[in-house]
């Protein structure tokens, strides 16, 4: 036997086996190269939706047929793209297969199956699925297409359907549209007002001007003008993220309440998310397509994050009427009638959610609903009006159908015994000096209730706690000024001396009481004092 004749021997099973493994592995390779590659000739969920967004589906025609299209999305943008290419049956069968679902595009699938039938010459069939579209969910445009100029035509119950959907006002839209209006006109008077009061009238000014436009936006879906005016149709629920946070900060401004600049950008981060997937919906309005799934757009401004966010700033907003400013029965009242628009609101836009899935849900009544948050809107917007006069003690009474203090049984004498006691204390022993005094202080010392106390002041002197406080403030500080034993004091000194406790309230307070600074008030007293 040869050497090698052995070893050929030993190996001849094994070596056979190892080639059987390796011609396998080399099938192997070859079977995921195909199917990789066969992976790759197919479409995934976006590259479709943006063949259809950017109206390219002749260049994805190959791809498409080798695509299994299994979700919703995916089915629809499908048989779009097979109605463009001219495949006009297997559009109809897809349409057909979305519509079955009974899921968020059935709809827009039902009225595309009636533009396929159309296309294919079964008129009857088209508009019997037309008809079978809910009221809102067509419009004039969507039946102006080329695809159903046959039908418009020669179909009499097609050309009334198209007559019904015709833009127009009624008497709901029109009434809303004059509120929308005077919407607008209020936010740009508090956006171009100045305020010696509140540094917040901007962001009043935002609650608005975001309300009519929301509104302004409901009256072109309503009256079929979205087809005029197609950019706010898709914007509503972003604006509607900008009036809990605008109408927050606007009250914490109002009552001098201090907050970061981080905190209120805090605030203002799931307005900023919603406008940014708000911006790709947007842009197809004019015709840019940004290839970014309008999913993301539905989660952004779903429902129930919509109304969870008016509830959380509803009821922030309600407890700013807690604060120790409400202790003045005029700016109690203000701050719960800007409360109470806002819950009103709020209460409102809920509602529809819940009574729209209702069987029973009439369409109608979405005219009243919207009617109910404008009003809340409108309450809001009144009060930011009268804020400033207000706040300088205008008796509220003057603008609003109510009584003030109709409940009390303080009588004419008491509250004239009450006054003299105030003054005493106020003119002998100088408690206005205190630079911590509040409302409950001063009634402590007196012996009776802060409401009382409020009323008597607001009764007797036409003005609030802090006003007269700050009238005595303002008399004490020009004796100060005016006494040589002070001439070595700086007017701020003197100010802290009078019981203010910050410069720039102190600086408005003595020039709104003597129309002067307190620095050419000091010169004016040293030139008569020679």
Wanted: glycine residues 6%; proline residues 3%.
């Amino acid at each position: 036997m040869a050497p090698w004749a052995g070893k050929q021997w030993w190996c001849s099973g094994s070596c056979v086996d190892a080639k059987v493994m390796k011609n396998k592995s080399v099938l192997v390779f070859f079977l995921a190269l195909f199917n990789a590659g066969y992976a790759l000739a197919q479409l995934t969920a976006e590259a479709l939706e943006s063949a259809v967004a950017q109206q390219t589906c002749d260049k994805v025609a190959a791809e498409l047929n080798r695509t299994p299209l299994r979700s919703e999305a995916m089915k629809f943008n499908g048989a779009v793209c097979f109605f463009r290419n001219g495949e006009i049956g297997q559009a109809l069968t897809l349409f057909g297969e979305v519509r079955q679902l009974e899921a968020q595009k059935q709809h827009i699938a039902t009225f595309w199956e009636a533009k396929c039938l159309a296309t294919l010459g079964q008129d009857s069939l088209a508009l019997a699925r037309l008809l079978a579209i809910p009221s809102g969910q067509i419009g004039f445009k969507m039946l102006s297409q080329p695809a159903f100029d046959r039908l418009a035509q020669n179909n009499a119950a097609f050309v009334r359907l198209k007559q019904s959907l015709q833009p127009r006002f009624n008497t709901w839209t029109t009434a809303l549209a004059a509120i929308a209006i005077l919407g607008l006109l209020i936010g740009i008077v508090l956006l171009l007002g100045k305020s010696r009061f509140s540094a917040g009238e901007k962001r009043l000014a935002v609650v608005v001007l975001a309300f009519a436009l929301i509104l302004a936006s409901y009256v072109l879906i309503w009256t079929g003008y979205t087809v005029v005016f197609p950019y706010l149709q898709n914007v509503w629920q972003f604006l509607t993220f900008l009036v809990g946070p605008s109408l927050y900060l606007y009250l914490k401004d109002t009552f001098k309440e201090d907050y970061t600049a981080k905190e209120a950008a805090l605030h203002y981060l799931l307005p900023a998310a919603s406008g940014v997937l708000t911006l790709p919906v947007f842009l197809t309005n004019f015709g840019i397509q940004t290839g970014i799934s309008t999913d993301f757009f539905l989660i952004g401004t779903a429902p129930a994050l919509l109304t969870g966010h008016l509830l959380f700033y509803s009821v922030l907003i309600w407890g700013v009427t807690k604060n120790e400013w409400q202790v003045d029965a005029n700016i109690k009242l203000w701050t719960r009638v800007v409360a109470w628009g806002m819950m009103v609101y709020t209460l409102a836009f809920l509602s529809y959610f819940v009574l729209v899935n209702c069987s029973f849900f009439n369409p109608e009544w979405d005219y009243a609903i919207s009617f109910v948050m404008a009003m809340g809107i409108l309450a809001v917007a009144y009060m930011g009006l009268l804020q400033r006069r207000v706040f300088r003690s205008e008796p509220i009474g003057h603008f609003l159908p109510v009584k003030k203090y109709q409940t009390s049984n303080l009588t004419p004498g008491a509250s004239e015994s009450i006054k003299k006691q105030l003054e005493r204390l106020l003119a002998e022993e100088q408690v206005f000096r205190e630079n911590e005094l509040r409302l409950t202080d001063l009634a402590a010392y007196l012996n009776i209730s802060h409401h009382q106390l409020s009323q008597v002041i607001n009764e007797q002197y036409s003005v609030n706690f802090f006003e007269l406080i700050n009238r005595y403030r303002v008399e004490h500080v020009k004796r100060l000024l005016a006494d040589p034993a002070y001439s070595q004091h700086t007017i701020i000194q003197i100010a802290y001396e009078a019981g203010f406790n910050n410069k720039v309230s102190f600086n408005r307070y003595f020039k709104k009481e003597i129309g002067i600074t307190p620095s050419a008030y000091r010169i004016k007293i040293s030139f008569i004092n020679g």
